[in-house]
């Protein structure tokens, strides 16, 4: 795909979505893949 630099950002819950660390790499980042695991819980 031609990236010059790949860095996984390890978000596991939304509330760290708007963290410092986050947001700082994200600026600068010319495309995002959102990759992850989705998982279906049922209350009964």
């Known amino acids: ?4 630099q790949v ?3 390890d978000i596991r819950y ?4 708007n963290e410092a660390r986050w ?3 994200l600026q600068d980042c010319s495309g995002i893949f959102v ?8 209350a009964t």
């Open 35 to 42: 990759t992850g695991e989705i998982r279906f819980v049922s």
């Open 23 to 25: 947001l700082a790499l």
């Open 7 to 9: 860095q996984v950002l």
């Open 14 to 17: 939304p509330s760290e979505g």
């Open 1 to 4: 795909m031609g990236a010059k």
